[in-house]
T-cell receptor, first 110, second 115 residues
C-alpha cells in the first residue's frame, strides 16, 4: 500500500529557513499536500502541488517536488515562533483518499 | 463562514462503555470524512460520505464502530463497546463537492481516552 515518510522533528531559530522533507512510495500520486496542525486543533491545508509540477511558491512557503525520487519538501522562509506546529505531508492517488505521513514537529526558538 | 464543528472536544470513558461523536460540517459541503489520529501518527480515514451515502467504509472496524449521516448534513460516529486501543483523536472533515478533488476542511477533533 501507499506509504509516506517524514522525519519526526526539526528545530530552528527564529528568522532561519526551515526545510521539512517527505518521501512517498505511490508513483501514481496525483496531488501532494502539506498540512499544519497546531496543538488542540485540526489540520489546516497550507499548500499543495500537482504531480506534474516541480515547484510551487506561496509567500514564505516553497514546495519542491522530485517525482523521480518521490521526494517532496516544504521550505518556510524567515521562520517565526508562530510556525511551531506539526507538519503533515499527504498524498492523494485514489479518489478523494489522502494518505498522511506521521508528521514533523517543528520547534522554532527565539 | 463557520468551520467544521465537533463535539465533545474531550471524552474519557472506561473500556466496554459506548461513546458517540458528533460532527457538523461546513454548510453546503456534500462530502464528509471521519479520520482517526493515533498519538504520533497522521490521520487515517475511517469512512467517507457523499451526501447520505457511505461510499468508502473499508477501514471502519464494523464489529464495534458505526456511523450515520442522516439527511446528508450532520454525522455521528459511535463505538460500542470501546477498547483501550480506541484511545485517539477522531477528526471530522468536509469538502464542498462529491467526486472531486476539493480541499478537505478539518474540525478540531474529539480526543477519546479509554481507561
Amino acid at each position: 500500500g501507499e506509504d509516506v515518510e517524514q522525519s519526526l522533528f526539526l528545530s530552528v531559530r527564529e528568522g532561519d529557513s526551515s526545510v521539512i522533507n517527505c518521501t512517498y512510495t505511490d508513483s501514481s500520486s496525483t496531488y501532494l499536500y502539506w498540512y499544519k496542525q497546531e496543538p488542540g486543533a485540526g489540520l489546516q491545508l497550507l499548500t499543495y502541488i500537482f504531480s506534474n509540477m516541480d515547484m510551487k511558491q506561496d509567500q514564505r512557503l516553497t514546495v519542491l517536488l522530485n517525482k523521480k525520487d518521490k521526494h517532496l519538501s516544504l521550505r518556510i522562509a524567515d521562520t517565526q515562533t508562530g510556525d511551531s506546529a506539526i507538519y503533515f505531508c499527504a498524498e492523494r492517488s485514489g479518489y478523494s483518499t489522502l494518505t498522511f505521513g506521521k508528521g514533523t514537529m517543528l520547534l522554532v526558538s527565539p | 463562514e463557520a468551520g467544521v464543528v465537533q463535539s465533545p472536544r474531550y471524552k474519557i470513558i472506561e473500556k466496554k462503555q459506548p461513546v458517540a461523536f458528533w460532527c457538523n460540517p461546513i454548510s453546503g459541503h456534500n462530502t464528509l470524512y471521519w479520520y482517526r489520529q493515533n498519538l504520533g501518527q497522521g490521520p487515517e480515514l475511517l469512512i467517507r460520505y457523499e451526501n447520505e451515502e457511505a461510499v468508502d467504509d473499508s477501514q471502519l472496524p464494523k464489529d464495534r464502530f458505526s456511523a450515520e449521516r442522516l439527511k446528508g448534513v450532520d454525522s455521528t460516529l459511535k463505538i460500542q463497546p470501546a477498547e483501550l486501543g480506541d484511545s485517539a483523536v477522531y477528526l471530522c472533515a468536509s469538502s464542498r463537492t462529491t467526486g472531486g478533488w476539493d480541499e478537505q476542511f478539518f474540525g478540531p477533533g474529539t480526543r477519546l481516552t479509554v481507561l
